[in-house]
């Protein structure tokens, strides 16, 4: 989700189970209530997966974004070629893929900048993807970093983290997640960077959150919810994978 002027754009929408369960109804939804945002200007799919676009019907029908960029050929408004949008002084510069691909290398990386600081949002582009970046010679460097394919083996290679350079790294894995997202080697490469590194399974849903020219992470279990079991049990708290 990106906020701004009581606007929004949401970036993936999680994954749909049917008629069952829906992240996009029990969690994007929700949020947007609770934050009094009643408009949703944009919506991006980054991929067909379903943990990345299962749910966008719902966001479509409950919001009616005026664009909707993707690939994805049912949903297809924009597609994702490198270009660059401004929006609520906001830029929002689309990298890639340069041609529509299939699968996780496929995926729309958007870095969003005020100017001042950058996040990149990746999606689950893999090695390959990762070295086209490169070669493209595009400005990768970004304050945060959304790490590729949930800290992946098949991402996250170290030529590509020393182009971003990321300051904070966040990785969107849930809590004892069958694949064992992030790797270790994965995180061994991002600790050469940086030591801020946080997974959403265990820091709960993490806000990056830019206010008088300043940069602040906010995690849900430490700021935002900091109940004492939390604190107890460490929740929020990264741990290296064993």
Not at 25 to 47: K, N
Not at 166 to 190: D, E, H, L, S
């Amino acid at each position: 989700m990106i906020e701004k002027n009581q606007r929004a754009i949401v970036y993936d929408t999680g994954a749909s189970y049917g008629h069952y369960f829906s992240y996009a109804e029990r969690v994007i939804i929700p949020f947007l209530q609770a934050r009094a945002l009643s408009q949703v200007d944009m919506l991006i799919l980054s991929h067909s997966d379903n943990d990345h676009a299962g749910g966008a019907k719902v966001i479509l029908n409950q919001y009616h974004p005026s664009v909707v960029l993707t690939d994805i050929e049912k949903y297809r408004g924009s597609v994702c070629r490198p270009h660059v949008r401004r929006w609520q002084g906001l830029t929002l510069s689309f990298m890639g893929p340069k041609v529509p691909r299939a699968g996780n290398n496929g995926s729309c990386v958007v870095k969003v900048s005020d100017g001042l600081h950058q996040v990149l949002l990746t999606g689950d582009i893999e090695k390959s993807a990762e070295k086209r970046l490169i070669r493209q010679a595009y400005s990768l460097s970004a304050d945060v970093l959304i790490a590729p394919h949930h800290g992946s083996n098949t991402s996250s290679t170290q030529a590509f983290i020393n182009k971003v350079r990321p300051t904070q790294v966040i990785f969107a894995a849930g809590f004892n997640n069958r694949w064992r997202f992030p790797k270790a080697p994965v995180v061994a490469r991002y600790l050469t960077i940086t030591e801020q590194l946080f997974q959403t399974g265990k820091a709960g849903q993490v806000t990056v959150q830019i206010r008088n020219n300043r940069l602040q992470l906010l995690q849900y279990r430490q700021h935002i919810a900091p109940f004492w079991y939390n604190q107890t049990f460490r929740f929020g708290v990264f741990a290296n994978p064993e």
